[in-house]
């Protein structure tokens, strides 16, 4: 069974450090890969997707991808308070026209001022 | 833009009793998808739809649970009869056919008692 992996946490960094959120993914195969936010009582957000190996950056956002690892994850920097939510990663393990993603459970991220 | 649209917001049931989510998707997007989630399991995908066909059922934990898109703006997701451990989170998102990203609405929060 296709399985995205992700520390629980909850991850707690000082406001303006860098926090650092990671996901592993068991196929091989998949193709393109997803950050989501989602505070809490609220709906899943898109921050970012990847396709590629390598960074992608996207203002204080940085994804990064290693497929040979099998992990991507998500780097905040300058962590603010209004960034204390749970971040979700999500892959889609098949090419073509499947749009079905695999979810992690999460990782709750708390920035303390 | 209206953004995905999910009726009713919050939805207290006896059990055994009928329950019916709806959900608009986002005008001019081809897929939509019908989620549950929870904290033990997280965020589950029940079906999704292209162009108003069922493509991905697969998700949908029992007979008790059935879901119809008779047009591209409306979908419903059923559940007769209801039981308590039904009681999660309803999410619907929708995707353009070009792209992967899903958009979520605001949830249905259900609760059978």
């Known amino acids: 069974q296709k399985e995205v992996e992700q520390n629980s946490g909850p991850l707690s960094v000082p ?55 099998q992990y991507v994850s998500l780097l905040i920097r300058d962590s603010q308070p209004s960034d204390s939510a749970t971040y979700l990663c999500a892959v889609n393990p098949r090419v073509g026209n499947n749009r079905k993603l695999i979810w992690g459970l999460g990782t709750s991220l708390a920035v303390n001022p | 833009d209206a953004g995905v649209i999910q009726s009713p917001r919050h939805e207290v049931t006896e059990m055994g009793q009928e329950v019916t989510l709806r959900c608009k998707p986002i005008s001019g997007h081809d897929y939509l998808f019908w989620y549950r989630q929870t904290m033990m399991r997280g965020l589950e995908l029940l079906i999704y739809f ?64």
């Open chain 1, 15 to 69: 406001e303006g450090a860098i926090a650092s959120l990671n996901c592993t993914y068991s196929d091989r195969g998949s193709q393109s890969f997803f950050w989501y936010r989602q505070y809490s009582g609220k709906s899943p957000e898109l921050i970012m997707f990847i396709y590629s190996n390598g960074d992608k950056e996207d203002g204080r956002f940085t994804a990064q991808l290693n497929k040979a690892s």
């Open chain 2, 50 to 113: 292209n162009n108003n066909v069922p493509i991905d059922d697969s998700g949908m934990p029992e007979d008790r649970f059935s879901a119809k898109m008779p047009n591209a703006s409306f979908s419903t997701l059923k559940i007769q009869p209801s039981e308590p451990r039904d009681s999660a989170v309803y999410f619907c998102a929708s995707t353009p056919g070009s792209g992967e990203t899903q958009y979520f609405g605001p949830g249905t929060r259900l609760l059978v008692l």
